[in-house]
């Protein structure tokens, strides 16, 4: 599976962004995925933002981010979304997309990534 990740860039606090993660892969095999949202700031660790399955729409979201951010998925472009409104400073990160077989907060529980994708947010 590959994952790649797009959308990131530069807002002012109270502003928009959705991010965009495309997969690729054998036919059955990325639909199968739970696809997650992380992300990482200078100098933290990485952390869990939302998730959602391909078929059933389950999703998980953050503390942090709940209210604010909404994931969703395009079944039809193998593509899923987080929507991110009201950004905040603290949610300047490195967003990453990826893949994992069970519904899970946990990085290491998902065994593909994508490349990252800047987020930062102007005070």
């Known amino acids: 599976v590959q994952l790649q990740a797009s959308g990131g860039g530069l807002v002012q606090a109270g502003g928009s962004l959705r991010l965009s993660c495309a997969a690729s892969?054998?036919?059955?095999?990325?639909?199968?995925?739970?696809m997650g949202w992380f992300r990482q700031a200078p100098g933290k660790e990485r952390e869990f933002v939302a998730a959602?399955?391909?078929?059933?729409?389950?999703?998980s979201y953050a503390d942090s981010v709940k209210g604010r951010f909404t994931i969703s998925r395009d079944n039809a472009k193998n593509t899923v979304y987080l929507q991110m409104n009201s950004l905040k400073s603290e949610d300047t990160a490195v967003y990453y997309c990826?893949?994992?077989?069970?519904?899970?907060?946990?990085?290491?529980?998902?065994?593909?990534w994508g490349q990252g994708t800047q987020v930062t947010v102007s005070s």
């Open positions: 892969g054998r036919t059955g095999t990325v639909t199968s995925y739970i």
């Open positions: 959602i399955t391909w078929s059933g729409g389950s999703t």
């Open positions: 990826a893949a994992g077989p069970i519904l899970t907060p946990i990085p290491s529980s998902y065994n593909y």
